[in-house]
């Protein structure tokens, strides 16, 4: 599954970003080190963090970024395509000798190849000793407690440790509070997706569609807030499907949460993803209207341009639906940057399907947007579709996608220089003291001169030079007052 980060790594101003920030371990030698592996989609990054606060607070582990000196290695995993899930198993083979190394070394993995391949990572990789799915990560103590018990056993005493079972939203009830790193942070709103496409192995891995509460929403939102963040990323597979129950036993929608959000003191700014273009509603398309903390930028994917390749993808809904509902939404934004995902090389789709996808691309002016070439997965309906397709034509129909999406992209970073951006300032520049890195509404890093205590306070930047697809330079025009 895609990161959705829509930063490359090789850029210097996200490099300075990464997700898990080394601690400082050479005092720490006593204490016990977990490493993750992530891969895959926002959902897993939450995921991550979350797992390491969990065995933070129960076990007193501590993140190490390097492998060779951790006692536990937990591999978060993806099995959107058939490349991600190979992946698994090759980066386990590494470390399989470290374990040869150190034999009490902890091998656990979780995340949607766990949920869909259970008890066979075991068959395949004998030395996991634990594997569960991502409802399950919040037993994650209990899991490494009889672990523990197990190590000291005989071997033919041992069971197998597999916990992939969807126990409804209980795992929201028993993580603790989220760590605040910096002024941005992710909150999970629901899990998993009912919408059943029929390429896609979600429903399957991760389960249906589940909201958390409304108020667990609300008092975490407002727990960050109080503890400086400033910006909101709401997460789930399909966050328009939000449907939350409200303390009175009501539903709550996404737009009505998202109106909810606004109103808590301190959130500046407003992202989600990723939402369903069926469920794009007019309340939501309104809450742009009537919201300033939501940002110009807009993942919404489609996957193809096609409503030949729509429909065989069960996606329930054709290319006039999202062109009208986005239409709608940049007559209230005029400045909404769009991005998406598209699947290449569909069982069936034509030349002309094909054409279709590219002139939608084309009409729809997307920026930084996901593409890849269709990936059979066991046990989705797809999957019994014949493949025709050659693997040149696919490859040159993705370049082709590339190539446009790459040019709007670079085309709509050029067009932000003299204009004026809204910038929430995250940090120091790690290169000189007196630069400040700051990210756009269309998630561009913006670096200009300032001072460091300005650090997570919003401020308007007249763009002056572009660096990079992804990093421009400016000038500040106006510091905004801390929001909280
Ligand atoms: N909830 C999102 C999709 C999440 S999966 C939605 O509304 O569409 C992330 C992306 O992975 C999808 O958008 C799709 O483009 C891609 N993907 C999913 N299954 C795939 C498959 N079998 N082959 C290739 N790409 C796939
Ligand atoms: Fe997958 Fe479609 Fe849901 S792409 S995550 S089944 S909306």
Same mark, same amino acid.
């Not at 129960?58 to 390097?66: E, K, P, V």
């Given at each position: 599954?895609?990161?959705?980060?829509?930063?490359?790594?090789?850029?210097? @101003?996200? $490099?300075?970003?990464?997700?898990?920030?080394?601690?400082?371990?050479?005092?720490?030698?006593?204490?016990?080190?977990? #490493?993750?592996?992530?891969?895959?989609?926002?959902?897993?990054? #939450?995921?991550?963090?979350?797992?390491?606060?969990?065995?933070?607070? $129960?076990?007193?582990?501590?993140?190490?970024?390097?492998?060779?000196?951790?006692?536990?290695?937990?591999?978060?995993?993806?099995?959107?395509?058939?490349?991600?899930?190979?992946?698994?198993? $090759?980066?386990?083979?590494?470390?399989?000798?470290?374990?040869?190394?150190?034999?009490?070394?902890?091998?656990?993995?979780?995340?949607?190849? %766990?949920?869909?391949?259970?008890?066979?990572?075991?068959?395949? %990789?004998?030395?996991?000793?634990?594997?569960?799915?991502?409802?399950?990560?919040?037993?994650?103590?209990?899991?490494?407690?009889?672990?523990?018990?197990?190590?000291?056993?005989?071997?033919?005493?041992?069971?197998?440790?597999?916990?992939?079972?969807?126990?409804?939203?209980?795992?929201?009830? /028993?993580?603790?509070?989220?760590?605040?790193?910096?002024?941005?942070?992710?909150?999970?709103?629901?899990?998993?997706?009912?919408? #059943?496409?029929? /390429?896609?192995?979600?429903?399957?891995?991760?389960?249906?569609?589940?909201?958390?509460?409304?108020?667990?929403?609300? @008092?975490?939102?407002?727990?960050?807030?109080?503890?400086?963040?400033?910006?909101?990323?709401?997460?789930?597979?399909?966050?328009?499907?939000?449907?939350?129950?409200?303390?009175?036993?009501?539903?709550?929608?996404?737009?009505?949460?998202?109106?909810?959000?606004?109103?808590?003191?301190?959130?500046?700014?407003?992202?989600?993803?990723?939402?369903?273009?069926?469920?794009?509603?007019?309340?939501?398309?309104?809450?742009?209207? !009537?919201?300033?903390?939501?940002?110009?930028?807009?993942?919404?994917?489609?996957?193809?341009?096609?409503?030949?390749?729509?429909?065989?993808?069960?996606?329930?809904?054709?290319?006039?639906?999202?062109?009208?509902?986005?239409?709608?939404?940049?007559?209230?934004?005029? !400045?909404?940057?769009?991005?998406?995902? /598209?699947?290449?090389?569909?069982?069936?789709?034509?030349?002309?399907? /094909? @054409?279709?996808?590219?002139?939608?691309?084309?009409?729809?002016?997307?920026?930084?947007?996901?593409?890849?070439?269709?990936?059979?997965?066991?046990?989705?309906?797809? $999957?019994?579709?014949?493949?025709?397709?050659?693997?040149?034509?696919?490859?040159?129909?993705? @370049?082709?996608?590339?190539?446009?999406?790459?040019?709007?992209?670079? !085309?709509?970073?050029?067009?932000?220089?003299?204009?004026?951006?809204?910038?929430?300032?995250?940090?120091?520049?790690?290169?000189?003291?007196?630069?400040?890195?700051?990210?756009?509404?269309?998630?561009?890093?913006?670096?200009?001169?300032?001072?460091?205590?300005?650090?997570?306070?919003? %401020?308007?930047?007249?763009?002056?030079?572009?660096?990079?697809?992804?990093?421009? #330079?400016?000038?500040?025009?106006?510091?905004?007052?801390?929001?909280?």
């Amino acid at each position: 599954m895609t990161v959705q980060t829509f930063i490359p790594s090789r850029d210097e @101003a996200a $490099s300075e970003n990464t997700v898990h920030q080394p601690l400082n371990t050479s005092d720490l030698s006593s204490v016990k080190k977990l #490493y993750i592996e992530t891969q895959g989609c926002q959902m897993n990054e #939450y995921d991550s963090h979350r797992m390491a606060d969990l065995l933070g607070d $129960s076990h007193g582990y501590i993140l190490t970024q390097d492998p060779k000196e951790a006692d536990i290695l937990l591999m978060n995993t993806c099995s959107i395509r058939e490349k991600a899930q190979e992946k698994v198993f $090759s980066e386990l083979g590494r470390w399989r000798k470290l374990k040869q190394q150190n034999p009490d070394l902890v091998i656990g993995v979780g995340g949607c190849v %766990a949920s869909q391949e259970g008890d066979n990572i075991q068959k395949r %990789a004998p030395y996991v000793d634990m594997v569960f799915g991502p409802q399950t990560l919040h037993r994650l103590p209990q899991l490494l407690d009889q672990h523990e018990d197990q190590h000291k056993k005989p071997k033919k005493e041992k069971i197998k440790l597999v916990d992939i079972s969807f126990p409804d939203i209980e795992k929201f009830d /028993f993580l603790p509070e989220p760590r605040v790193e910096g002024h941005k942070a992710f909150v999970s709103i629901m899990e998993g997706c009912s919408k #059943y496409c029929s /390429f896609c192995v979600v429903p399957y891995t991760r389960g249906e569609e589940v909201s958390r509460p409304l108020d667990d929403v609300l @008092a975490e939102i407002a727990s960050l807030a109080e503890r400086g963040v400033r910006e909101v990323s709401l997460l789930g597979q399909n966050v328009n499907g939000y449907r939350g129950e409200t303390f009175e036993g009501d539903v709550c929608t996404f737009a009505e949460l998202l109106r909810l959000v606004a109103e808590i003191p301190g959130i500046g700014r407003i992202r989600y993803t990723t939402s369903h273009p069926l469920e794009f509603s007019e309340a939501l398309i309104e809450c742009y209207r !009537d919201l300033p903390q939501m940002v110009s930028h807009l993942h919404l994917p489609v996957q193809s341009g096609s409503n030949d390749v729509l429909q065989a993808m069960k996606r329930n809904h054709t290319i006039d639906v999202y062109i009208n509902k986005m239409e709608k939404l940049r007559k209230i934004r005029p !400045d909404m940057h769009l991005s998406s995902d /598209f699947i290449i090389g569909f069982p069936g789709e034509t030349d002309e399907n /094909f @054409a279709e996808t590219l002139q939608f691309i084309k009409d729809l002016d997307f920026d930084h947007s996901y593409s890849f070439i269709y990936s059979k997965r066991p046990g989705t309906p797809a $999957s019994e579709l014949e493949d025709t397709i050659p693997e040149t034509v696919k490859k040159e129909r993705l @370049a082709q996608v590339q190539k446009i999406i790459k040019r709007s992209s670079i !085309d709509k970073t050029d067009a932000m220089k003299n204009t004026i951006q809204r910038v929430l300032i995250e940090k120091v520049s790690d290169r000189d003291p007196h630069l400040l890195v700051g990210t756009a509404d269309n998630t561009r890093y913006v670096t200009f001169v300032g001072d460091a205590s300005w650090v997570g306070r919003f %401020a308007e930047i007249e763009i002056t030079e572009i660096k990079t697809l992804n990093l421009v #330079y400016g000038e500040l025009l106006n510091l905004e007052p801390d929001v909280a």
